[in-house]
């Protein structure tokens, strides 16, 4: 017997009254441990929540050295889809916190007429408009309107001012102050100049290809310098990230670290 | 299908670079003591802070967009230590979180700033409201905290964590105010724009490095050797593959050589 | 006394503002410049020219409003091609925004290549989770989404859908492109790619080409357009290959980046000579 059917004779696929039974039953569970696990004492909630640490990671370690047959399966896949929902739904969940830590900072802004409270108003009332629209009036021209004409536009508009932001930043920071700041700042121009029309036009006499002269080409040392040297560098960054990924991840799954999180006993 | 079975040597190579960091680690929690570089960026956090405590003015902390994982955890531990002695000399702290993910963020944010606070002995000290959900919109997010850094002059900005184009929304406006600014990112097309705006920016797996830095724990500290040593060995792997792949190249040509080479045979996926 | 020089005084608001003057001017005047096409781009072409026509073809869009701009004429070109080719086109997302944008952009261009909904092409629309969705598409595609995300009709279904035909995962489908502001190729190449015969092609923003040129190296992309510009290089093949009678507005767009970069060249020359002005001032006094 594999897995899988086993874990469907267990919990089979239940409808009406028997799902509604279960759901409450699964929310009583909740609760109940979520209580249990706070009278824990601080040592033994430590290592209950170690062994629910290494468990979920196991999952995914046990699941993708577990030798896969031909299509790409072995006995634990089935379940990668329903573990990556069961974290959607805790995530989902934690939305509520989010927006009850607005309404609190923003509502109490108003309350107390704060600095700039307008603006808290202004975000709770949309807030509400968006929600009720989008919930109970979603195919309506209102709620489209507001969607297509003011979201959208607010959000091209936020990425646009980086334009802006790009010019005065590099107007300020893009001095030749040292060697490596001549050279950075060397490459940047070479690069620009390669992938604009109006740089490409400055040295379009050349041959494209084929030719030595070709490799003088702005376009084409542009080219080369994004495969080549960008490559290279990006490559050794996404070796080191990698690897610091794997390390930070392996301290989590094993309760490696010390004083980190989860412990609140003062030092 | 991603599986180790797809290519065992690779899978042997993750489980070497896992004993190895786990070796160290153990090594370094016996007393094993270990060296870790200058990292500028990050000496720069003190000095930071203090300016904060004498303008008397708050302190910024981003957690980035991305998803829970990692880099988020690795980004509160950082400001974990950073709240620290925050906390020690009464600044007021502000810690927007934003992005898909941000309500779940704002909610382990709010227990690790929480803990943190009463580490240090000064629980009553802490804020609700300096931990806060913005929105699960990129740039409603950046509008809100550009707006934030304005109305309340913040007087240094920590950004760690995965960040896009909101970054340089951040840096400018932080910047704009005359903030102190110290970034790190795992996402290198940013890095660029943080070095642009910002005093000082950790790059690449320096920010894996950050929290070993600031707190000299055996255990970071140990881990942080161990990535070494598995840097090593992917390095000794590159060098190995240009040598032999260049040879192999020279007596089969280019087309052929990847298949001819050993190395790039067994480290190729099925 | 702390002098500095002029140049180091400007207020930004009045760069801001040459900023805006020139690519207003970009857009208005017509400024004729020759645009030469990348290797990357024309790999791209490539890639949607020899795809299999039999087979279909997934279109994944992870862009909203923001980066419209870029993504917008980068999903056109794409779609504009596989429309002339005859492709059949899959939609999904990981976008909320972008899974309407990009059906809005399709329902306009439809009538024009005689596609039609169910035959022709596919909305199996938005998903939060790639991960779990991409490994569930290497194993089973109508498993994964069930249905459509017009009216909900089953994938299974292939009596409205005979667009489905033929297609159980992802080894069936014949191309897959991204037109994306986020870096989820990662997903595609670790769950996907190499586990079916379709070429990957990608089309990011500007500022994400750097981290992308590995990839196209090590074979795991077939090519990519990045920002407008690659979108204008797009263009520019499809008015070679006669899909396009003329450039539209995404050609027009580079005379504005052109400009825009100019004046970033004068004001990093004026930055460092006012550097240099005010160093000398200090010594002076």
């Not at chain 1, 109006?198 to 702005?218: C, E, W």
């Not at chain 2, 060995?233 to 020279?250: D, E, F, K, P, R």
């Not at chain 3, 459509?148 to 489905?164: N, Y």
């Not at chain 3, 580079?254 to 020359?269: E, M, Q, R, T």
Request: proline share 4%; with cysteine; aromatic share 10%.
């Amino acid at each position: 017997m594999t897995l899988k059917s086993l874990l469907s004779k267990l919990f089979p696929p239940l409808h009406g009254p028997a799902l509604y039974a279960a759901l409450a039953g699964a929310a009583v569970l909740c609760v109940f441990l979520f209580f249990a696990l706070h009278a824990l004492p601080p040592r033994a909630r430590k290592v209950a929540i170690g062994a629910a640490t290494f468990l979920a990671g196991l999952f995914y370690a046990l699941e993708w050295f577990w030798p896969a047959d031909s299509a790409g399966n072995n006995p634990m896949t089935f379940a990668v889809p329903t573990v990556g929902n069961v974290a959607n739904v805790l995530t989902a969940f934690t939305l509520g916190l989010g927006v009850m830590s607005l309404i609190r900072i923003h509502g109490n802004n108003v309350i107390r007429q704060r600095a700039s409270w307008e603006n808290s108003l202004v975000l709770l009332l949309g807030m509400v408009t968006m929600a009720v629209s989008g919930l109970f009036f979603d195919k309506s021209m209102f709620f489209r309107s507001l969607f297509r004409d003011v979201l959208n536009s607010f959000d091209a508009a936020m990425f646009a001012t980086l334009a802006f932001y790009i010019i005065s930043a590099a107007y300020r920071a893009f001095r030749i102050k040292s060697v490596e700041a001549t050279l950075m700042m060397a490459a940047a121009l070479i690069v620009m100049l390669g992938m604009i029309p109006l740089g490409q036009f400055l040295t379009s006499s050349l041959p494209a290809n084929g030719s030595f002269t070709s490799i003088f080409r702005l376009d084409n040392i542009s080219n080369w310098m994004l495969t080549n040297l960008n490559g290279a560098a990006q490559r050794a960054i996404n070796f080191g990230l990698g690897i610091g990924a794997l390390a930070i991840a392996l301290r989590v799954w094993l309760s490696l670290e010390r004083g980190a999180f989860f412990e609140s006993t003062p030092e | 299908m991603d599986h180790a079975s797809n290519s065992w040597p690779v899978a042997l190579l993750v489980t070497l670079w896992s004993l190895v960091i786990v070796a160290t680690v153990k090594m370094a929690q016996r007393g094993r003591k270990f060296y870790i570089r200058r990292i500028p960026g990050l000496n720069a956090i003190d000095e930071a802070v203090g300016r904060a405590t004498e303008m008397g003015r708050p302190i910024l902390m981003v957690p980035g967009i991305g998803l829970i994982g990692v880099i988020v955890m690795q980004a509160l531990s950082i400001f974990s230590y950073i709240t620290k002695t925050a906390a020690q000399f009464g600044n007021r702290i502000l810690l927007p979180t934003g992005g898909d993910n941000g309500p779940a963020i704002y909610t382990i944010a709010d227990e690790v700033m929480r803990d943190t606070y009463a580490s240090v002995g000064r629980a009553e000290a802490y804020d609700p409201d300096s931990v806060r959900f913005i929105s699960d919109r990129q740039f409603a997010f950046a509008a809100g905290v550009a707006g934030l850094i304005h109305r309340e002059k913040v007087a240094a900005s920590f950004l760690f964590g995965e960040f896009y184009a909101e970054a340089l929304i951040f840096a400018e406006a932080g910047q704009a105010v005359g903030a102190i600014q110290i970034a790190g990112t795992t996402q290198t097309t940013q890095i660029p724009f943080l070095i642009a705006s910002c005093d000082y920016t950790i790059i690449g797996d320096e920010y894996y490095a950050a929290t070993a830095y600031i707190s000299r724990e055996p255990t970071l500290l140990g881990s942080l050797a161990g990535q070494d040593i598995a840097k090593a060995i992917i390095w000794l792997l590159v060098l190995m593959g240009t040598i032999g792949l260049t040879i192999t190249a020279m007596n089969y040509g280019a087309a052929e050589a990847t298949k001819a080479f050993f190395l790039s045979r067994w480290l190729t996926p099925k | 006394m702390n002098r500095t020089h002029w140049t180091q005084r400007i207020d930004p608001r009045w760069l801001y503002l040459i900023l805006l003057a020139l690519v207003i001017i970009g857009l208005l005047v017509p400024i004729p410049l020759p645009l030469i096409i990348g290797p990357q781009t024309r790999a791209l072409y490539d890639a949607v020219e020899h795809a299999p026509a039999d087979k279909l073809a997934i279109l994944c869009t992870n862009w909203s409003a923001s980066t419209q701009g870029e993504n917008r004429p980068q999903t056109e070109v794409i779609l504009r091609h596989l429309m002339r080719r005859k492709v059949r086109i899959a939609l999904m997302a990981w976008e909320q925004q972008s899974t309407n944008l990009a059906r809005e952009l399709v329902e306009e261009l439809a009538p024009e290549y005689g596609y039609v909904y169910g035959r022709d092409w596919i909305n199996w629309g938005y998903r939060a989770e790639a991960n779990g969705t991409l490994k569930g598409m290497v194993l089973d595609i109508r498993d994964t989404f069930k249905t459509e995300s017009h009216t909900r009709i089953a994938l299974t279904d292939l009596q409205r859908l005979p667009v489905m035909a033929g297609v159980r995962n992802t080894k069936d489908v014949g191309l897959i492109i991204e037109i994306s502001a986020a870096g989820t190729y990662k997903n595609w190449i670790q769950f996907v790619i190499g586990s079916t015969p379709a070429k990957f092609g990608y089309g990011p923003t500007s500022v994400m080409a750097p981290e992308l040129y590995n990839y196209i190296d090590a074979g795991q992309m077939a090519g990519m357009m990045f920002g407008i510009k690659g979108a204008a290089e797009y263009e520019h093949l499809l008015i070679e290959d006669g899909t396009l009678k003329k450039p539209g507005f995404t050609t027009k767009a580079i005379a504005p980046i052109s400009l825009a970069l100019v004046l970033l060249f004068v004001l990093i020359g004026l930055g460092n000579y006012g550097m240099i002005a005010t160093r000398k001032m200090e010594r002076d006094a």
